[in-house]
């Protein structure tokens, strides 16, 4: 129990982070754009794999239909 | 990165149709009802069909029974470089096969003929097991696929093709 009272006091004695406008704005400008070249980076791995697969392994095997 | 992304993956496409187009490739299907209770009595898939034949025209047909727990017959001669038309009925449960090395893959249904059109392209024997549990002694049930080279690959008086030499 006491140790739960000191825990509160600690997080209650903590201060906000003060938040700087002009940061915020910058980091939301490049932060996007990241996770657009990390998502686009990954389906386009995926995409290549694919063709290396249908190039290197399936039409080599013959067609079949 | 999006415009290149999208332009990757409309050439992907293009790439599968294209070749899809050109060389005929398509996910085999074909629906046909056979009675799985007469199979073995006359018609398509009686004992004396069974195996490869090549008709006066040049057409290879191979015909293969799938049946617990074995393919018949067990060794399916084929041609290399040639179109060959691969139909397999079963007469009980239902069986699937693979032939390693290429891209047959099919499942054969009691009352359908299943029917895939290939080519082979290297000679040599290939395994061709079943793939759909089919009971107790499904991990037995096995054939060969022997590829013949154009020498080997002779049909005799009647058009029928036997394998060449013990696998």
New interface residues.
Partial sequence: MSNDQHSFDSDSSEVMDEIDDEALAAAMRVVPLGA??LA??A??LL??G??AV?LLV???????? | ??V??GI??VS?LG??IF?ALT??????SNVERIDPKKLHLSGEFAEHNLGTTVAADGSVVTRVIATQFMFSPHCIPVPQGRPVTLRFASPDVIHGLLIT?????TMVIPGYVAQ??????RTGNLLMPCHEFCGLGHSEMWAIVQVLAANEFKPDADGRVHCVSEY
């Fill in positions: 657009g070249v686009g980076g389906v386009a995409v290549l694919y063709i249908y399936f039409l080599p095997r013959g067609v079949v239909g | 990165m999006s290149g992304v990757l993956i992907t790439l599968i070749t060389r005929g490739i398509n996910p085999p090395g290429t891209n047959v893959n895939v059109h290939t080519e082979f392209v």
